[in-house]
């Protein structure tokens, strides 16, 4: 039955938006992290003639009805907007405070490096080089872009902060140095980005990144804050709930089909 096949297409689709709705709930409490969004978009659809016997209208209705195949996940996008500033008070911790500015990270793969970008900023030390140096990283382990690359430190340090213009001080004894700079960031369209997990984006192939991208010279920071995911639990609740009502109205209407061939099949 047509009807079958329509709701069981639907059905796999709002399953990918019950997953997208699960995933955004799960990352909740995730530093820096962005709400993915859905639409939906219809199918294909197609003609189905109502022609009688020897071409003769059966009832008062056009040549002939459009039926839609069913829905599919037409794209997702993330939403872009700044989460809330949470304060930390720890050195390592800093929030960007504009909507399109990005950290910088570098990403090692099959041996070549690639420039991504993350908002989330709860930076570590990671000690290299047999201890003798430290490099400023990500909560996952990836070097975080200052002006001159990779920020790199001498271990032998006894305190370290971050500024709110980027500036990273370093004490040593009673000699404090701004030793490094974050490098920020600003992508005038942030849509065009694609994410690449761990809370990270890139810019795929075919864009042109240097067109998209330009250093912020002063930027201002919120050292010792965290941001915050935007994820609104109220309206992904409410997302859930309606996608779960619409996965059932489709597996009734599977259920009643096959009651329909059932009896179809009883008659004699």
């Known amino acids: 039955m047509r009807s079958s096949f329509l709701a069981a297409t639907t059905m796999g689709q709002l399953q990918k938006k019950l997953d997208l709705i699960g995933h955004n709930l799960a990352n909740s409490n995730t530093t820096g992290y962005k709400t993915r969004t859905a639409n939906f978009s219809s199918l294909l659809h197609q003609q189905i003639n ?9 009832r008062l209705t056009p040549e002939g009805i459009r039926q839609g195949t069913g829905a599919k996940l037409g794209h997702t996008n993330v939403r872009m907007d700044a989460g809330t500033i949470t304060q930390t008070d720890r050195p390592l911790d800093v929030a960007l405070s504009e909507d ?10 099959n041996g070549e490096a690639e420039t991504q970008y993350t908002r989330a900023g709860n930076f570590y030390l990671q000690p290299i080089n047999n201890n003798q140096q430290v490099a400023l990283v990500t909560s996952e382990g990836n070097p975080v872009v200052g002006e001159n690359g990779p920020v790199v430190l001498q271990s032998d340090m006894d305190d370290i902060s971050i500024q709110d213009n980027g500036n990273i001080v370093v004490r040593r004894g009673e000699q404090q140095a701004v030793e490094a700079s974050l490098e920020i960031m600003q992508i005038d369209r942030p849509r065009s980005l694609e994410t690449v997990g761990g809370n990270r984006y890139r810019f795929p192939d075919n864009v042109p990144e240097a067109d998209m991208t330009a250093v912020v010279p002063n930027a201002t920071l919120h050292p010792g804050a965290l941001e915050s995911s935007n994820v609104d639990m109220g309206e992904e609740l409410t997302n859930m709930m309606e996608m779960q009502r619409a996965y059932q109205m489709n597996s009734k209407s599977i259920s009643i ?5 059932g009896l179809i099949n009883q008659l004699r």
Do not use: K, L, R
């Not at 109502?50 to 059966?58: A, F, L, T, V």
């Not at 399109?100 to 570098?106: K, M, P, R, W």
């Open 100 to 109: 399109y500015h990005f950290f910088q990270v570098q990403v090692t793969e």
């Open 257 to 261: 089909g096959d009651q329909m061939s």
């Open 50 to 58: 109502q022609n009688g016997i020897d071409g003769e209208s059966p």
